[in-house]
């Protein structure tokens, strides 16, 4: 059983940065996951943020982050993070990690997809303040 600790979260003023973690356990096949961020707010859909296929090496972002956020991992890829630079108050929410070992071929739209991925962190809020 895959688990997912979620770290980083916190309130800034607008402009500001976070950089939020996710650490990985349970399965020795994490090196070769994808691995993504989404984000929700009360009342709308989880919305995928940007995620990172490790079997091909290749990033997504959605496009409200792009040029803003990095997806990026650890060399032992079981540890990846989210870093959030210039913040907006729209990007306020309770964001989350998520991967899926093995992963087949996907498109962006597929991997910035809540679809996919089977294993999930509990959240860790943001909160960006004007």
């Known amino acids: 059983q895959v688990h997912l600790l979620e770290s980083g979260g916190g309130s800034v003023q607008a402009g500001g940065s976070l950089n939020l973690s996710c650490t990985a356990s349970?399965?020795?096949?994490?090196?070769?996951?994808?691995k993504a961020w989404f984000r929700q707010v009360p009342g709308k859909e989880r919305e995928g943020v940007a995620a990172?296929?490790?079997?091909?090496?290749?990033?997504y972002y959605a496009d409200s982050v792009k040029g803003r956020f990095t997806i990026s991992q650890d060399n032992g890829k079981t540890t990846w993070y989210l870093q959030m630079n210039n913040l907006k108050p729209e990007d306020t929410a309770m964001y989350y990690c998520?991967?899926?070992?093995?992963?087949?071929?996907?498109?962006?739209?597929?991997?910035?997809?809540?679809?996919?991925?089977?294993?999930w962190g509990q959240g860790t809020q943001v909160t960006v303040s004007s």
């Open positions: 998520a991967a899926l070992v093995r992963p087949p071929p996907m498109t962006a739209s597929q991997a910035l997809g809540t679809r996919v991925y089977n294993s």
């Open positions: 349970g399965d020795t096949a994490f090196r070769d996951a994808a």
């Open positions: 990172f296929n490790s079997a091909v090496n290749r990033a």
